[in-house]
């Protein structure tokens, strides 16, 4: 069975970073993209940032570029999202997700539904 486990989340002074990793289970990085989504109370979710390892592609939201940064380790299945200079919008529950990229559209499919496989959230929240 393929699992995501996302961890990494806490509170953190605006300002501060955290690292979110996703690890990975069931599938492997050379054959799936990964992408992390987010979601604040009262709103959809909405894509953050994808890795796909085979070509090293990478994309972020406009509001997180030059502070997020993704990463993966394919030797523990796993990727990483850094994230600098957190401010209190980029609080919300943080998803990570899985596309194989052999039978999706898109390597980054913007929308959730698009996405095949889906790890349980981690809250991050930044105090002002």
């Known amino acids: 069975d393929v699992q995501l486990q996302a961890s990494g989340g806490g509170l953190v002074q605006a300002g501060g970073s955290l690292r979110l990793s996703c690890a990975g289970s069931?599938?492997?990085?050379?054959?799936?993209?990964i992408g992390w989504f987010r979601q604040a109370p009262g709103h959809e979710r909405e894509r953050v940032s994808c890795?796909?390892?085979?070509?090293?592609?990478?994309y972020y939201a406009d509001d997180v570029k030059g502070r997020f940064s993704t990463s993966s380790d394919n030797a523990k299945n796993t990727v990483y999202l850094q994230m600098n200079s957190l401010n209190p919008g980029d609080t919300a529950v943080y998803y990570c997700?899985?596309?194989?990229?052999?039978?999706?559209?898109?390597?980054?499919?913007?929308?959730?539904?698009?996405?095949?496989?889906w790890g349980q959230g981690t809250q991050v929240t930044v105090s002002s």
């Open positions: 890795i796909s390892e085979p070509d090293g592609s990478a």
């Open positions: 069931g599938f492997t990085l050379d054959d799936h993209a």
């Open positions: 997700a899985a596309v194989n990229l052999y039978t999706s559209d898109s390597w980054c499919p913007p929308g959730p539904s698009e996405w095949h496989y």
